[in-house]
């Protein structure tokens, strides 16, 4: 039940949002849910990775989040929402070194689902490499420090 609220409130709030390429940005975090229902099939889970990036898109906030989903999901959503004054490689050092384990394997679900875009001809070669080298770096990264 947890997982399907945080899918309707997701899309909802996802609603109007697009994706570099024309593609509606629910179906994001809706492939992210799918790839984390494969590693860590809880209720948790799931609804975190549904709402991974709804704080980071100004779509909702933290205490919607914890009100609406409890505090362990907010957590995890707080762990993976990037504050502007840290540089990319800064807040994945943060999920690593949080030890919190959904976080990391949503963040690398979230890394895998961007780089299946890599190729799509959306981006100009020189940025689409820069990109993929950075989500590639950040899933090696992640993936050293699960225990």
Same mark, same amino acid.
């Given at each position: 039940?947890?997982?399907?609220?945080?899918?309707?409130?997701?899309?909802?709030?996802?609603?109007?949002?697009?994706?570099?390429?024309?593609?509606?940005?629910?179906?994001?975090?809706?492939?992210?849910?799918?790839? !984390?229902?494969?590693? =860590?099939?809880?209720?948790?889970?799931? $609804?975190?990775?549904?709402?991974?990036?709804?704080? @980071? %898109?100004?779509?909702?906030?933290?205490?919607?989040?914890?009100?609406?989903?409890?505090?362990e999901v907010c957590n995890i959503v707080r762990l993976l929402t990037r504050h502007?004054?840290?540089?990319?490689?800064?807040? !994945?050092?943060?999920? =690593?070194?949080?030890?919190?384990?959904? $976080?990391?394997?949503?963040?690398?679900?979230?890394? @895998? %689902?961007?780089?299946?875009?890599?190729?799509?001809?959306?981006?100009?070669?020189?940025?689409?490499?820069?990109?993929?080298?950075?989500?590639?770096?950040?899933?090696?990264?992640?993936?050293?420090?699960?225990?």
């Amino acid at each position: 039940m947890l997982a399907k609220r945080a899918s309707k409130f997701a899309e909802e709030r996802h609603e109007g949002q697009f994706r570099e390429g024309g593609e509606r940005f629910f179906n994001h975090v809706q492939r992210v849910a799918e790839k !984390v229902l494969r590693v =860590a099939p809880t209720s948790t889970a799931i $609804a975190a990775a549904y709402l991974h990036d709804i704080v @980071e %898109d100004g779509k909702a906030t933290f205490a919607e989040i914890s009100h609406l989903f409890g505090e362990e999901v907010c957590n995890i959503v707080r762990l993976l929402t990037r504050h502007e004054e840290d540089t990319y490689e800064i807040y !994945v050092m943060k999920i =690593a070194k949080s030890g919190n384990l959904l $976080a990391m394997q949503i963040k690398m679900a979230d890394n @895998e %689902d961007n780089l299946e875009s890599v190729g799509d001809g959306i981006f100009p070669p020189h940025i689409e490499k820069n990109l993929s080298d950075r989500w590639l770096w950040s899933k090696d990264f992640i993936r050293r420090h699960i225990t």
